[in-house]
């Protein structure tokens, strides 16, 4: 069974056994306006929690994105590179940014669930 975490910074994480699907929240996007560029870690590179992993520039400025948790990039959404908007339009679904292999699954007890994140936005 798959859940949800979030992170403080506006990072989603979709975790699925020792597998997760990262991106950056709907509140965030919205908060950035329309994204113009998208830079994903390489496959391969090892992530450390709270490090960068990422970047995204809007019209308003960049963002980094932290890597919510430990683990090794395993997949990257290539779609952005030519489709940076998706973000805009599914930031927490078509618009993820990679796929990581958790090194230390117990992390993600640290992160908020989608209840917790609403309430941490005011939303």
């Known amino acids: 069974m798959s859940e949800k975490r979030y992170t403080e910074d506006h990072e989603w994480m979709q975790i699925d056994g020792d597998t997760a699907t990262v991106g950056i929240s709907d509140h965030a996007?919205?908060?950035?306006?329309?994204?113009?560029?998208?830079?994903?870690?390489?496959?391969?590179?090892?992530?450390?929690?709270?490090?960068d992993a990422?970047?995204?520039e809007s019209v308003k400025a960049a963002s980094e994105?932290?890597?919510p948790a430990d683990g090794e990039v395993l997949e990257v959404n290539e779609a952005l590179n030519d489709e940076p908007a998706k973000v805009n339009s599914d930031a927490e679904g078509e618009g993820w940014f990679f796929k990581m292999k958790l090194s230390d699954p117990s992390q993600v007890a640290a992160?908020?669930?989608?209840?917790?994140?609403?309430a941490f936005v005011g939303d």
């Open 29 to 51: 996007q919205q908060q950035l306006g329309d994204i113009v560029f998208v830079e994903l870690p390489e496959i391969g590179k090892a992530l450390e929690k709270g490090k």
């Open 54 to 56: 990422a970047v995204v």
């Open 65 to 67: 994105i932290y890597a």
């Open 111 to 118: 992160l908020m669930d989608e209840a917790a994140y609403k």
